[in-house]
C-alpha cells in the first residue's frame, strides 16, 4: 500500500509561481511512474504531467508545456512539480498519482495510488 501527501499549494497571482511536492511512503517508489493531475471547479480531473520510474523521460499536457516541471528524487521518496508563469485557469486541486508501472502513462485508469490533493488558486 503506497500513501501520498502533496504540499505546496496555496492562492498566487498570475504570472507568479508555485512548486507542488508530494511525498510517498510505502511500496517501493523507485519502481514505478509518477503523474500529476488536477481537477478545476465544473470539470474532469485531467492529466497534467508524468515522469518515468527514474526521472528519464517526462511528459506533459500541451497547456502547461513550458510552464511546468515535474522531477522525483528517488532517495528522498518525493515528486515535485514546478510551475512558472501560472494563469487563472490553472486553479484547480492538484493530485499526486502513483503508477501501477514503471513507464509514464496520461490515463487516469493506469494510476493506483491518490493523494487528497491540493488546491491552487491562481488570481487574475
Known amino acids: 500500500q503506497v500513501q501520498l501527501a502533496e504540499s505546496g499549494g496555496g492562492l498566487v497571482q498570475a504570472g507568479g509561481s508555485l512548486r507542488l511536492s508530494c511525498a510517498a511512503s510505502?511500496?517501493?517508489?523507485?519502481?514505478?511512474?509518477m503523474g500529476w493531475f488536477r481537477r478545476a471547479p465544473g470539470k474532469e480531473r485531467e492529466f497534467v504531467a508524468a515522469?518515468?520510474?527514474?526521472?528519464?523521460?517526462?511528459y506533459y499536457v500541451d497547456s502547461v508545456k513550458g510552464r511546468f516541471t515535474i522531477s522525483r528524487d528517488n532517495a528522498k521518496n518525493t515528486v515535485d512539480l514546478h510551475m512558472n508563469s501560472l494563469k487563472p485557469e490553472d486553479t484547480a486541486v492538484y493530485y499526486c498519482?502513483?503508477?501501477?508501472?514503471?513507464?509514464?502513462?496520461?490515463?487516469?485508469?493506469?494510476?493506483?495510488?491518490w493523494g487528497q490533493g491540493t488546491q491552487v488558486t491562481v488570481s487574475s
Open positions: 510505502g511500496g517501493t517508489f523507485s519502481s514505478y511512474a
Open positions: 515522469i518515468s520510474w527514474n526521472g528519464g523521460s517526462t
Open positions: 498519482a502513483a503508477d501501477r508501472d514503471f513507464a509514464i502513462s496520461t490515463r487516469r485508469s493506469q494510476y493506483k495510488y
